[in-house]
């Protein structure tokens, strides 16, 4: 018996009571020196990328980092089904507003 394959789940914005699908994900770039991801704080719909967006700013300004490690400022990215984080389009109009 073969497996099927799994259908893609729904990926859901992170801003409170909304139940649309995220398409973007806002977040930044980080590295201890060795390794480096990008940290995620939030997924969001298209209309929630603003409020989304300026909420990781403030996030990102309290947070504390240990010694060699670093935080780049928050970006948006379209999230592309299958892709990796370095394989992202970056959506900097959406940063603008």
Do not use: H
Not at 60 to 84: H, N, T, W, Y
Request: hydrophobic fraction near 35%.
């Amino acid at each position: 018996m073969t497996q099927q394959p799994r259908p893609p789940y729904r990926v859901l914005c992170y801003a409170k009571d909304c139940e649309n699908d995220a398409i973007f994900k806002i977040a930044a770039r980080w590295s201890d020196g060795v390794t480096s991801e990008l940290k995620t704080y939030s997924l969001a719909c298209s209309k929630c990328v603003p409020v989304l967006f300026q909420d990781a700013r403030i996030r990102k300004s309290a947070c504390r980092l240990a010694a060699g490690e670093s935080l780049g400022d928050p970006q948006v990215f379209e999230m592309i089904r299958g892709r990796r984080d370095r394989e992202l389009l970056r959506r900097k109009e959406l940063e603008a507003s």
